[in-house]
């Protein structure tokens, strides 16, 4: 059974951090990309990051509003996909998601950060910024 658990999230005020993390077990991240994505009330669920599979010749891609404030990275030793999250304004609040998509699939999807790609998701985890 393959699992994706999210951790990490809580409250902080603007321009404060956090860093999530995405737990994989059942199967290896060397044959997924992991999205990282967000709702917010009301809103669309919509693409944040992803990374691709490989350690050798991993790629990563970002959401315009959040270019130079996010950093996606993993270590395939823990199976583990992180989101640091830097400068945090009120409109990064919502529930995060990761989610995986075998490579198989191609890069179209991860780089695009196309929800409707990915197959798997986790049960997500709240980030709110507030003042």
């Known amino acids: 059974q393959v699992q994706l658990v999210e951790s990490g999230g809580g409250a902080v005020q603007p321009g404060g951090s956090l860093r999530l993390s995405c737990v994989v077990s059942?199967?290896?991240?060397?044959?997924?990309?992991i999205g990282w994505f967000r709702q917010a009330p009301g809103k669309e669920r919509e693409g944040v990051s992803c990374i691709t599979s490989t350690s050798s010749d991993s790629s990563t891609y970002y959401a315009d509003s959040v270019k130079g404030r996010f950093t996606v990275s993993k270590d395939n030793a823990k199976n583990t996909v992180y989101l640091q999250m830097n400068s945090l304004k009120t409109e990064d609040t919502a529930v995060y998601f990761c989610?995986?998509?075998?490579?198989?699939?191609?890069?179209?999807?991860?780089?695009?950060?196309?929800?409707?790609?990915?197959?798997?998701w986790g049960q997500g985890t709240q980030v709110t910024v507030s003042s």
């Open positions: 059942g199967f290896s991240l060397n044959y997924y990309h």
């Open positions: 989610a995986a998509i075998l490579l198989y699939s191609g890069n179209y999807y991860c780089a695009n950060i196309n929800l409707y790609g990915f197959d798997s």
